[in-house]
């Protein structure tokens, strides 16, 4: 499963660096990346928990976001 995220409040390239790294390390995902320019996320993974969890770190470091 895939899905996009809108982060309309990221606005450094090092809290995008910090949310990658972070969601690279939970068990079941198979591949992340986020923009920093365009402010969007991408993630793949196994299971709807996996991307709870992906969204919690999201929101932990970038605040709200919408799903594409």
């Known amino acids: 499963m895939k899905k996009t995220y809108k ?4 606005d450094c390239p090092a809290c ?3 949310i990658e790294r972070k ?6 995902i198979k591949e992340v990346h986020l923009n920093f320019i365009i402010k ?8 709807e928990e996996v991307f709870d969890k992906s969204e919690k770190i999201i ?10």
Request: aromatic share 4%.
């Open 7 to 10: 982060l309309s409040n990221l």
């Open 16 to 18: 995008a660096d910090k």
């Open 23 to 28: 969601i690279l390390k939970l068990s079941g």
């Open 40 to 47: 969007k996320a991408s993630i793949e993974a196994d299971s």
């Open 59 to 68: 929101k932990m470091h970038a605040g709200d976001f919408e799903k594409e």
